[in-house]
DNA sequence: TTTTATGGTGAATAAATATTCACTTATATT
DNA sequence: AATATAAGTGAATATTTATTCACCATAAAA
């Protein structure tokens, strides 16, 4: 019976080899090494390579979008509620950096399927929803929703790599701010 | 005497192959194929395969800056002036997709030494420059100027992927939506 | 023309790396 | 306990790939 536990030994260490080496110098070897078990080991959980990375790029996405959408309720106002997932995703971002330099990794490489990204593609459906919300209650602005989405996902991940890159902290002061100016962005 | 247009084309096989193969699954084969060459050329233009790639990754970051500033006055008002610089970032981006692609790729990668990575840096110089200028004529907001880029490049690095993979056109009239959405972010 | 230097070549070499497989160990089933 | 089934191993293999090098082509210098 393959082990639940090992499957997330060997996805933790192609996170933190992937953030180290990128995904083109992370060898198998280096990711058995990592995750504590043999070569061949990989190869029982995984057909290859290839078939390891997307399985935990679909783990990642479905992961991150369950974790921004935790403690939003409906019933509450639009803004705040928008307010408090914004801030889930960005926290998250920043506290599981390993997993979003994955992600952004695996965005251009080959190494993903056309089915993994489709996939990937329906799990943004209830940022649609919560979009189309702000504009049936007329607080954000009527246009296109991948425009919005466009501009509120692109300035966080910009955000989350500068924050890493240039070593300074994220205090709650800046967090804020630049919700505002993300707020401004789309509020009608 | 090596060649300059040699340097170009083999520039040109190594976007087209990133972006093609990601920059993981670009051997020096493939490289000196596309480029029609042969494989122990590269290494009269270049030392390895390291050296070429930050090689092109400086001449793209350069370059990237000099065309965002083409034809930018700064005699004239502000407004105009930063929309005519967001509209010709946006313009080459989605025209030369392949390099911007190449840079994205870059970002995190190995491939790329501390040096290179400082060079890079300083070449943003500018932009800080045209925040403070905006700034100082209290058009845009008084927070810190590397929030402000971020968001501005964020999301229209988004809005080029965006645009690039769901195959829609962007039409004049989405340019100006989104430079409007980016532009009530940072007003003040 | 001869000499020298440099660009160009691609088959050969040396590493690096994914994958396999014969075998061991653990766990479930009878 | 005996047997069957599946997980785990890591050295050996097959493949891929960066890099070299002995040689050819070209063009400038003598």
């Known amino acids: 019976m393959k082990d639940d536990k090992k499957y997330a ?5 192609v996170l933190k080899l992937v953030a180290k080496k ?16 043999a070569t061949g080991t990989l190869y029982v959980y995984f057909d290859n390579k ?4 997307n399985a935990l790029f679909a783990a990642c996405r ?16 639009f803004k705040p509620g928008f307010r408090s997932i914004w801030m889930n995703i960005l926290r998250y971002r920043l506290q599981h950096f390993e997993e979003f330099i994955f992600l ?26 919560l979009m189309a919300r702000g504009q049936a209650e007329q607080l954000i602005k009527n246009v296109e929703k991948d425009l919005l989405i466009t501009v509120i996902i692109g300035s ?33």
């Not at 990128?22 to 070897?29: D, I, K, N």
């Not at 990711?31 to 504590?36: F, L, P, R, V």
């Not at 994220?170 to 707020?183: A, E, H, P």
């Open 156 to 188: 966080m991940n910009e955000l989350v790599k500068q924050i890493h890159y240039s070593g300074t902290a994220l205090t709650k002061n800046r967090m804020s701010i630049t919700f505002d100016l993300c707020w401004d962005a789309i509020k009608a």
């Open 62 to 77: 479905e992961n991150s979008v369950t974790v921004s959408f935790r403690g939003y309720d409906a019933r509450q106002p």
């Open 50 to 53: 290839d078939a390891l990375i």
């Open 9 to 13: 030994r060997i996805f933790r260490a």
């Open 22 to 37: 990128g995904l083109a110098g992370m060898t198998m070897g280096d990711i058995s090494k990592e995750a504590g078990i």
């Open 104 to 129: 952004e990794q695996c965005y251009h490489s080959p190494y993903i399927t056309a089915a993994t990204r489709e996939k990937a593609r329906e799990l943004a459906e209830p940022f649609y929803a």
